[in-house]
Every structure is written in structure tokens, then in C-alpha cells.
């Protein structure tokens, strides 16, 4: 019999409490989710126990036993090992010499590398996941990857075994054989702890479940008290009030999309068969979890990454043949906004680029452009001392107003917003929604995409919410963590 | 303010470079300061060697400033001056060594406007291998630079060797047909004043045009430009396309102004030095005229440095690492945002 205890476990990082007075208790034949949004605290709280992070506060005992804080290889040696999201495979280095690696013994020939991997290859065949040792890991599937990483944790003598949202990466039929070995492991007497934020895995899965939120755990249950609703609720906390304004300015023609299906950076489908119509005169919020396809989609409608199929339309016209103008707000200033080591002039005019004001042919009217960034400055009161500075020397508050005023100074027809109050203080944020919210009275179809369902709730006239690159109805806390699928 | 105490320091840090660099070659510093000098700017015809030496250094440091703002870290200059060349001498073959050629002028333009093609073409090899295989431009274009050599060779003693076929060189070109020159004991020539309008003109394309602002936004952050539909892959070859015509002009005023005719030794590391000359210029075009000018008059100089020594031009080449390394060393220190992407 394990037994895990964390006691009271508080981390800080600078001024951000990724973990406060954390107390858990993990045991032996028991698969124990540990559930939370991006930024509960789940991964440091796992670090802690892997000895990747140290604690500020607290004590973890194995058995009884204080572990090593912040010493993962004395944590290894102990019996925690963690198979982390990000596979930590050598991809030059064949399987077997992967697996050898992992158990920190002397890897100086083949021969090495085969007696120390024997007891993960014959863990492989007895989980019945055939691997051929000799081949390199950075040719095999993400899925196979996973396997190896997961062998080399358990070819050990590990007790507790962590799994970091082992399914991120995995096809349904993967997951089910994941958790098929996950079960077995238990059966054995491991003590399984698994991070994850799909609902519906859990509840397949898990025996008990632990539910953080701000670095706090809410709950602690077994999975047999418990349904998907509750579990939402604790997870995402009291629903923000819906201060939804209703239709009363909606106006004639809008964005159609239909079946619009999107490729994302590693070619994977990041939006699947996506339709919706954003009209003039309204503002649809785009809810979910980071990385559910919300970037790719945004970066579609504002003509930035191109649709693999699907159609979006204008007031009944192709989008493509005839744009509307467009203005996208990225969600990271400082890289997709800005070009920080430009002049804010320089900044503001990838928005003028069509303004007739500031070119003649091909020639830019410097005087022109400084008159305009000037009573961009004034007018969205940035502050900057001249549209001279330096984008990268303005806070980041002043930064997303260079961003949104340029934009919205072109009067767009269709806007795209994404996460537009992140990072930025109360007073910058009323500001920024104020100047979308006018952009809407205006008559600016408005797509708005936020994790953050205050903001989301505060500027939508509509919510949809997209789990795993699909929509989904809002329904409260549940369709944020994809609790229906 | 601060810029003004940069633009102050950075003579007097040549200047330490240069005194540090004598030293080490054990040359009596004053005298040779001295002679450094006098054979730059002693006299007229020292003057004349200086303009005539900086004219390529200028050209070529234009195109890598060009480049290098785009993103594109261009280090073919060498090759894009060499296949500059060979253009031009193809056309002198079908236009000044006919039967019947051309008026002397309409060939010079024909010839230099051929080195620009040539140039250009070599560097958007470079430019398209990036933008459509993903093929490293470091890599792609020092290693066009070798071929361009072995193609110069292959020119210089094939298809374009002189009439009489004994040595590996073009037909020299005829005074009618070379740039104009300002007298007849002196080296300057119409090229000088062609670098110096040319690089107004750059500065004008970069920081005055449409194109010029879209490939300096490229160059500077390739996601800013993309999230603005700025079409980057586009605005990086046109980088390359625009660096090359300048190196390949550089090759043109080199061969039309001084060379007269190609051979392997036609570029004397023209490309190269052009590197220098534009990280010393901060990457800006007109300032570039002034790197131009110093490295001009080091090499202009240092020729009579033989009196002393048998390093000669050597001593530059020395003075001009540490003066680059210097330069890149304190700008890494000052530059308190983070470079990205960069060599």
C-alpha cells in the first residue's frame, strides 16, 4: 500500500500563486484525476510532487517518508516517476537507447543500452505494445512516443506514476488503450495520478477526482459521487452574470461561414467543419479552452491562414471574392501585433496602408503618417511621448492600444478580436471594450474570441464554444470544459 | 543626444583598432598613421584611390543592407558581384566585339544594365530556395558564391575568352565603352557618383515606398507581417531580388569603371567586404556612405604600408574584423530587446 500525502503545499512564481496550501492525498490502486483549467495549478502541483519544482511551503510525504523537494532524479530513485506531456525522448536515439537513458545507468555500447531497456521491452510486450528497439524515436508516431515514455517510466520500480494530459495528443482508439493499460496499472498496485481537462476521460476513467482552480482545490470526491455538471461547476467556478445585450442592434448581412475546416502550424485539423453567421451589428463570443482551434479559426476569418474547405460569405457574397474590410486584433501583441523594434508610426501604418492620405503611388507621406499616428496617440490616448517611440518601449496596456486603434481607425466591416483584455490592467481593459463595443454600434460584424469567460459574457451579444476545433451550444460551465463529449 | 555620442565614439573606436592592430604587427605607429593617411586622402590621386576603392564597398554594402533589413541574411554578395560581371561581359561580347558595334555609350548602358539582371537573378535563386524548400539563405548563398567563382572560371576561359585564346580573361573593353573618367591620370570614375545616388535611391526605396516598408516590417517580425496579410514570402525575394541588382551593379561599376576585363581574380572579396560595411553603417544607407569611405581609404592606404611590411591589405582585412566584432559585440550588449531570429 502507497500512500502519497501533500501537506499543505503553497508556490509562488514572482507574483503569481500557481499553488495555495494545496492539500491531497493519492493512494495505491486508485487512478486519481486531477482536474482544473489551463493555469489551475495542475502541472506545477505535479511538478512538485516529480521533484521538477521545489515548494515554497509544505511537506509531501511517500509512506510516511518527506520526499526530496525539487530533486527529480532523487524523486525517480524513490519510486515517482512522471510521463510528461511534452514527450522527453532523445528523437536521434533509438527506442532501446531511449529506455536506457531513463534509468540513469551507464549507456557506453549497444550492449549497454539493450541489458538496461530489457525490462521496459518486456513490460511493452507484456502491456501487449509490440516496439521494434532498434528504431529511432523521432521517426515513430506521436502515439508510439507516448508509449516509450510511458515504458520508461514504469520499466522501473515506480510506485506512483503521473500522467500529464497523457490523452492531448492521442486518436479516441489510442485513448482507449491508454486507459486499458492505465487500469492495469492499478490492478498492479501503482499509485496512477492523471491531469487531464476533458470531463468526459475522467469520468471514464478515474476513481477519484481532485479539482483545482486559481491554485486552490475546490474538491476532492470519488468519481461515484460526482456527475459532469458538478464537476464543471467546480472547475470553472459561478458563471459570470450574462449581461447579454440582445439583438437590438443587429443590422442587414454579416459574415457567413460555412463548414469551414482549418489546418493548424503541424498540419493537423485545428477546426473541424466550423459554420456560423456573425452579422453586422453584433458581437459573437468564441468561448473554450486555449488551443481548441480558437487561433486558427481567428486567423481564417481575418484572411491570415487559409480555409483547407468551407466557404465564408459577405452579406450572400464569397468573402474571398469581394473582402469586406477587415481589422484582427491578434491575441499576442508583442509577436503577431507589434513590431517591437519599430517606431510606433511604423506600427500604425500596416494599417494605412490603403489610405490614400498617406501615400501618393508608391511613396509614403512621412509627414502625413506622423499627423495620423499622432492623433491616434491623442485620440486613444496612448501613452508614448512621440510616435517616434519604440512599440517594445510602451507597457502593455498602451501596446494593445496601439494595436486596436490602429485597427479600428480603418472603420472595419468585420472585426476579429482575440483575448483583447488579456494581460492589460481594469482601466486599459474598460478602455479596449469600450472602443469593440462602439465598433459594433457602428456596425461591425464582431467575432470575438476569449478564454476568459467574463470578458466573454461581458462583450458577446452570442456565445459558442469550441472544443476540440468543433462548436458547440453554449451551456453553461459544461460546454467550457467540453463536458458534453 | 545618444546617438550623436554614438556617432562620436565610433572614430575614435576605429582609431583604437587601428593603433591596437599596429601594435600587434609591430609597425611604428606614427609613421605609419602617417602613411595610412597620406595614401588616402595625401593628395588628389590618393583621394582618387580612396573614391575608386569605396565605390564597391558601397554598392555591395547597400545590397547587404537591403537584404539584411528584409530578414534575409544575404552572404552571396561575392557571387551576385562575380555573376553581375559575367552578364555584362556576355552582352559587351554581342555588342562591343561585333563587327559592327554599338555606339560606345548605348553598349555601357546595356552592359551595366545586364550585370543588374545577373546579380539580381543569382540572388533570387537564393531567395526562392528559401521561400519555397525552406533552404537556408546563409547557407545557399555563400555557397552560390563558389559557383559563380567556378562559372567565372569556366566563362573567362571558354565562352568569353579573349580572341586570341592564350590567357584566362575577356577581351579588355575599350575606353569608349568604359565609365567616363574625371582625367586621365586619375582612377575616378562616372561609378563613384553613381554608388552615391544609389544610395540615396536605396534609402528612398527603403524607408520612403510601399515595398521598401513592407520588407523592412518582414525583416523585423515575419508574424507581424503575416497577421497584417503582408504576403512575406514575396517581400523576402524581392529582399534578395533588390540586394542581388546591387551587388550586381557593384560587379558592373567594377568592371566597367576599373577592371576593364574579367579573369578569376576579378572580384578582390568586393561581396564580403560588403558586410562590414553595412553592420558598421548601422544598416542604413546613407550611413553607409561613411563605412564605405574608411574602408576605402584603409585599403587606399594601406598601400604604401608596403614600405614597412609585407602584410598590406592584410592589416585591413585584420582592422575591419575587430572593428565588426567590436561593433556587433557592444550593439548585442546594448540592445535591451531581444533579437530574434537573428544570424
Known amino acids: ?485 | 543626444m545618444n546617438r550623436l555620442l554614438r556617432a562620436a565614439l565610433f572614430p575614435i573606436g576605429l582609431l583604437a583598432v587601428l593603433v591596437l592592430t599596429l601594435c600587434v604587427f609591430r609597425l611604428p605607429i606614427l609613421d605609419s598613421l602617417k602613411l595610412l593617411f597620406s595614401g588616402a586622402f595625401g593628395d588628389k590621386f590618393a583621394w582618387s584611390r580612396t573614391a575608386v576603392k569605396s565605390t564597391p564597398l558601397l554598392l555591395t554594402g547597400l545590397g547587404m543592407v537591403v537584404a539584411w533589413r528584409g530578414g534575409m541574411y544575404n552572404i552571396g554578395g561575392e557571387g551576385q558581384f562575380i555573376v553581375g560581371g559575367v552578364f555584362g561581359a556576355s552582352v559587351a561580347k554581342f555588342t562591343v566585339f561585333v563587327p559592327h558595334p554599338l555606339h560606345g555609350w548605348v553598349s555601357t548602358i546595356l552592359i551595366l544594365v545586364a550585370c543588374v539582371v545577373g546579380g539580381a537573378a543569382w540572388a533570387w535563386l537564393a531567395g526562392w530556395l528559401y521561400v519555397r524548400r525552406g533552404v537556408e539563405v546563409v547557407i545557399s548563398t555563400i555557397l552560390l558564391n563558389f559557383v559563380a567563382l567556378q562559372f567565372l572560371g569556366y566563362c573567362a576561359s571558354g565562352p568569353l575568352q579573349e580572341m586570341k585564346k592564350q590567357v584566362p580573361l575577356t577581351d579588355s573593353l575599350p575606353d569608349s565603352v568604359m565609365l567616363p573618367k574625371l582625367s586621365r591620370q586619375m582612377d575616378v570614375h562616372l561609378g563613384v557618383a553613381i554608388a552615391i545616388l544609389v544610395a540615396g535611391l536605396t534609402y528612398v526605396y527603403l524607408f520612403r515606398t510601399r515595398p521598401g516598408y513592407r520588407l523592412r516590417l518582414v525583416g523585423e517580425s515575419t508574424r507581424m507581417a503575416r497577421a497584417n496579410r503582408i504576403d512575406v514570402g514575396k517581400a523576402r525575394i524581392q529582399a534578395m531580388v533588390v540586394s542581388g541588382a546591387l551587388c550586381g551593379l557593384a560587379g558592373g561599376v567594377e568592371y566597367l569603371g576599373m577592371a576593364s576585363q574579367l579573369g578569376s581574380g576579378f572580384s578582390q572579396q568586393w561581396g564580403f567586404l560588403g558586410i562590414p560595411v553595412a553592420l558598421l553603417g548601422g544598416l542604413h544607407p546613407l550611413l553607409c556612405i561613411g563605412s564605405a569611405g574608411v574602408f576605402g581609404a584603409l585599403f587606399a592606404g594601406s598601400e604604401d604600408l608596403a614600405r614597412f611590411t609585407t602584410a598590406g591589405s592584410t592589416l585591413v582585412y585584420v582592422i575591419q574584423a575587430v572593428a565588426v566584432l567590436g561593433y556587433v559585440g557592444i550593439k548585442a550588449y546594448t540592445d535591451k530587446l531581444p533579437v530574434e531570429g537573428a544570424l
Open chain 1, 1 to 485: 500500500m502507497t500512500t502519497l500525502r501533500v501537506e499543505n503545499v503553497s508556490k509562488r512564481f514572482g507574483t503569481l500563486v500557481a499553488l495555495d496550501d494545496v492539500s491531497v492525498n493519492f493512494q495505491s490502486g486508485e487512478i486519481h484525476a486531477v482536474l482544473g483549467e489551463n493555469g489551475a495549478g495542475k502541472s506545477t502541483l505535479m511538478n512538485a510532487l516529480s521533484g521538477f519544482v521545489k515548494p515554497d511551503r509544505g511537506k509531501i510525504l511517500l509512506n510516511g517518508e518527506p520526499i526530496p523537494l525539487g530533486l527529480a532524479f532523487a524523486c525517480k530513485r524513490i519510486g515517482i516517476e512522471m510521463i510528461h506531456q511534452h514527450f522527453t525522448l532523445v528523437p536521434a536515439f533509438t527506442v532501446q537507447e531511449n529506455l536506457a537513458l531513463a534509468r540513469l545507468g551507464r549507456l557506453a555500447s549497444t550492449a549497454d543500452a539493450k541489458k538496461l531497456s530489457k525490462p521496459a521491452i518486456d513490460a511493452s510486450e507484456a502491456l501487449g505494445w509490440p516496439l521494434v528497439p532498434q528504431v529511432r524515436t523521432g521517426q515513430l508516431p506521436v502515439g508510439i512516443q507516448q508509449r516509450v515514455e510511458i515504458l520508461k517510466a514504469i520499466s522501473g520500480h515506480a510506485d506512483v506514476l503521473i500522467f500529464d494530459e497523457p490523452t492531448a495528443v492521442l486518436s479516441p482508439d489510442e485513448v482507449n488503450d491508454l486507459f486499458r493499460v492505465l487500469r492495469r496499472l492499478k490492478e498492479e498496485g501503482k499509485c496512477v495520478i492523471l491531469i487531464a481537462h476533458k470531463l468526459s476521460e475522467v469520468l471514464g476513467i478515474a476513481d477519484r477526482v481532485t479539482v483545482l482552480r486559481r491554485g486552490m482545490v475546490v474538491a476532492s470526491a470519488l468519481r461515484a459521487d460526482v456527475d459532469a455538471p458538478t464537476l464543471a461547476n467546480w472547475m470553472v467556478g459561478e458563471m459570470p452574470p450574462r449581461t447579454v445585450r440582445g439583438t437590438a442592434y443587429q443590422m442587414e448581412g454579416g459574415l457567413q461561414a460555412e463548414r469551414l475546416t482549418i489546418l493548424g502550424d503541424r498540419r493537423e485539423i485545428a477546426v473541424r467543419e466550423a459554420s456560423f453567421e456573425v452579422r453586422r451589428g453584433e458581437i459573437l463570443g468564441f468561448g473554450g479552452v486555449d488551443g481548441n482551434g480558437q487561433v486558427e479559426l481567428a486567423e481564417c476569418l481575418a484572411q491570415v491562414r487559409p480555409a483547407l474547405s468551407g466557404s465564408q460569405k459577405w452579406s450572400g457574397k464569397e468573402a474571398s471574392n469581394k473582402l469586406p474590410r477587415i481589422g484582427y486584433v491578434p491575441q499576442d501583441r508583442q509577436v503577431d501585433g507589434l513590431a517591437l523594434r519599430m517606431t510606433l508610426q511604423d506600427n500604425m501604418l500596416v494599417s494605412g496602408m490603403d489610405r490614400h492620405e498617406l501615400w501618393i503611388g508608391p511613396f509614403v507621406k512621412l509627414k502625413a503618417v506622423a499627423r495620423w499616428a499622432n492623433s491616434l496617440i491623442k485620440r486613444y490616448s496612448i501613452k508614448a511621448a512621440s510616435a517616434n517611440d519604440l512599440a517594445g518601449s510602451l507597457s502593455g496596456g498602451n501596446q494593445q492600444k496601439v494595436v486596436v486603434s490602429r485597427t479600428l481607425d480603418n472603420a472595419p466591416s468585420l472585426l476579429v478580436v482575440v483575448n483583447p483584455g488579456r494581460g492589460l490592467d481594469i482601466k486599459a481593459t474598460e478602455y479596449v471594450y469600450d472602443m469593440i463595443l462602439a465598433a459594433r454600434d457602428n456596425g461591425a460584424a464582431v467575432a470575438l474570441f476569449s478564454t476568459d469567460l467574463d470578458e466573454l459574457y461581458k462583450l458577446s451579444d452570442r456565445v459558442l464554444f469550441m472544443v476540440g476545433g468543433e462548436l458547440v451550444e453554449d451551456s453553461g460551465a459544461a460546454s467550457m470544459v467540453g463536458g458534453d463529449r
